[in-house]
C-alpha cells in the first residue's frame, strides 16, 4: 500500500502505506516524545489532528491496552518515519499497523518527518490531507482539496469525545470529586481514585444544578481537543461553580477554561506544544519542572483580572503553563501532572489540590 500526505500550501509527501485504507484530512501536528506513541495515539487531545512523530522508529514496542488513554486511537491520521513491523515486548499484545488497521487510522512512513517539523515550525501547524491507496491517486485533485480543508478547531470537537453519561467511581469514598470530562485521558481518572476520593465524570456540558446535585468538595476540568472558546456551555458553568467558591483545579484544555470562565483571554499557538520535555518554571521560586504536554492554544496572562496570578511559565517561549487565584480556591495548569507518558515530577499537584477540598 501507498501513501500521499498534500498539506495546504500544495507541498506534496508521498510515502508507504500502513493501517487503514482511508482518507481523511486535518491539522497536521508533531510529537517529540521518544516514547508513549499508543498513550498519545489514544490522547483524545489529538481528536481532529494528523500526528507526525519526531522520533524516527515506532511501533517497536508493540501495542498492549494497558497503557490507552481512551478506548481507542483519536488521531485522524498518522505519520512516522519508520514503522516497525516485528515489535519486541513482553506486554505487546499486537502490532501498532495491525491495531490502526483495526480502528480506521491510515498510517504514512517512509517520508522525511525531520523536515516536515522544521516545516510546521517554520510555517505554524498546516492542515493536510493523508490518503492511503493502492494503485494511483489523483494528486491535482487532492491539492485542490488541500487548500479548501474545513479548520477542525472551528467545530466543537470536545463535544464529539466527551463521556455520553454520568459515571461514578470509587462509590464508597466519602469526599466527591466532580470531574467535567472535556475528553479526560484516563491516567487524569486512575490519579485522582488513587487518592481515595468519589469520582463524578460528567459530560463537558452538564448544568451547574446538575453537579452541584452531587455535593462536589471539589472539581476537575479535564484536557480536551480544539479551541476552547468553542466550549461555551463549559465556561459558564465553570463561571458559576467558581462564583460558589468550589474548589478547582483545571488541566491543559481546563487550564484554558478556567481562564475564559474567570474573564481572561486564549489565543492560538504557532506549532503549539508537543511532547514530554518541556521546561515550567514554577513563579516566585527557583524550581523548574519538566512535564508532559499537548496543547495548541495558550492563555493570555495579561488579560487575567488582578486576582489571578500566573503560576507557571514555559522556561522555553514565555508563554503561561497554569494560573491561580490569589485569594480562592481556584487553580490550574497547562501541562499534564498525570503524564503518561512522561515525567512525574509535577504529580505532587493532585496531592495539593486534594488537600485543599479535604
Not at 65 to 73: L, M
Not at 227 to 234: E, L, M, V
Not at 303 to 331: C, I, Q, Y
Amino acid at each position: 500500500m501507498k501513501a500521499i500526505l498534500v498539506l495546504e500550501d500544495g507541498s506534496v509527501w508521498p510515502g508507504e502505506g500502513f493501517g487503514a485504507f482511508a482518507k481523511v484530512s486535518g491539522e497536521v501536528v508533531f510529537n517529540t516524545g521518544m516514547v508513549g506513541y499508543p498513550e498519545s495515539i489514544t490522547d483524545p487531545s489529538y481528536h481532529g489532528q494528523i500526528l507526525c512523530q519526531t522520533y524516527p522508529l515506532i511501533g517497536n514496542y508493540g501495542v498492549s491496552s494497558k497503557s490507552f488513554e481512551s478506548d481507542k486511537p483519536k488521531i485522524w491520521g498518522y505519520i512516522v518515519s519508520e514503522l516497525c513491523e516485528v515489535p519486541s515486548h513482553a506486554t505487546s499484545e499486537k502490532t501498532l499497523h495491525e491495531w490502526l488497521k483495526e480502528n480506521g487510522v491510515p498510517v504514512i512512513a517512509g517520508i522525511d518527518t525531520r523536515a516536515l517539523t522544521k516545516k510546521l515550525r517554520l510555517h505554524g501547524v498546516m492542515l493536510g490531507i493523508l490518503e492511503t491507496y493502492f494503485a494511483k491517486t489523483d494528486l491535482p485533485s487532492l491539492r485542490r482539496e488541500a487548500r479548501l480543508i474545513p479548520d477542525p478547531n472551528k467545530r466543537h470537537l470536545v463535544a464529539e469525545v466527551t463521556t455520553e453519561k454520568i459515571k461514578v467511581y470509587n462509590k464508597e469514598c466519602k469526599t466527591t470529586v466532580a470531574l467535567i470530562d472535556c475528553g479526560v485521558k484516563m491516567n487524569i481518572l486512575r490519579s485522582l481514585l488513587k487518592r481515595n476520593v468519589r469520582v463524578v465524570r460528567v459530560p463537558a456540558e452538564t448544568e451547574f444544578a446538575k453537579i452541584l446535585d452531587y455535593s462536589p468538595a471539589g472539581i476537575v476540568i479535564s484536557n480536551g481537543p480544539g479551541d476552547p472558546k468553542q466550549c461555551a456551555a463549559t465556561i459558564a458553568t465553570v463561571k458559576r461553580l467558581m462564583r460558589e467558591s468550589v474548589p478547582t483545579f483545571g488541566i491543559c484544555l481546563g487550564n484554558q477554561i478556567v481562564a475564559l470562565a474567570a474573564g481572561g483571554n486564549t489565543y492560538k499557538l504557532k506549532f503549539g506544544h508537543r511532547g514530554q520535555n518541556q521546561p515550567c518554571r514554577e513563579e516566585g521560586t527557583k524550581r523548574c519542572y519538566i512535564t508532559s504536554q499537548n496543547h495548541g492554544f495558550a492563555v493570555d496572562v495579561r488579560s487575567l483580572p488582578r486576582s489571578w496570578r500566573p503560576w507557571f511559565t514555559n522556561a522555553n517561549d514565555r508563554t503561561n503553563e497554569g494560573v491561580r487565584h490569589a485569594a480562592k480556591p481556584f487553580m490550574s495548569v497547562q501541562f499534564h501532572p498525570e503524564a503518561a507518558p512522561g515525567p512525574t515530577d509535577t504529580e505532587f499537584l493532585f496531592d495539593q489540590f486534594i488537600g485543599i477540598i479535604k
